[in-house]
């Protein structure tokens, strides 16, 4: 939609969690993660986009004693979603939302999910992925099925 709305359901719902929260902020990035650019130094390695995230009973038990973004993730995360998918929809920097995640997670307001990267580097799931998008039909009607 062009009104900044997420798209509705197909019931003409809006779903649950799905709709961005308000406007881009205009703090910058370095200001909400105190000039950090990377999770901490005990976690070794950035958290991947595709690492799924969803509030805890303690999380959401604490949401009014957050900060303005921490209290939006945890928010957002009542339902299970990916990093990628709340930067997004909160309209943050990757970047800030892995730093955030992972302090939240750390906090125990956040259970983070980290998927195998042995699945993810599966040449297979994208071969897989390719094929299904290439038999969309594009808007003629026509399938795509050449490489």
């Known amino acids: 939609m062009t009104d ?7 019931d003409g719902t809006q ?20 000039g950090r650019v990377a999770p901490t130094a005990a976690v070794g390695r950035p958290v991947p986009v595709e690492t799924q995230v969803v509030a805890t009973a303690e999380g959401l038990a604490v949401l009014d004693s957050l900060s303005f973004e921490q209290h939006d993730i945890v928010a957002a995360c009542r339902v299970p979603q990916s990093i990628a998918e709340l930067a997004a929809r909160l309209r943050l920097h990757l970047n800030v939302v892995r730093v955030l995640a992972e302090d939240l997670r750390a906090a125990g307001h956040l259970a983070v999910h980290v998927p195998d990267s042995g699945v993810t580097h599966d040449a297979t799931v994208l071969r897989r992925v390719i094929d299904a998008l290439r038999a969309i039909p594009d808007s003629r009607g026509a399938v795509r099925d050449t490489d």
């Open 4 to 10: 900044g709305r997420a798209p509705a359901g197909e």
């Open 15 to 34: 779903r649950p969690g799905q709709a961005p929260v308000g406007p881009a902020s205009a703090v910058r990035p370095f200001l909400v993660t105190a």
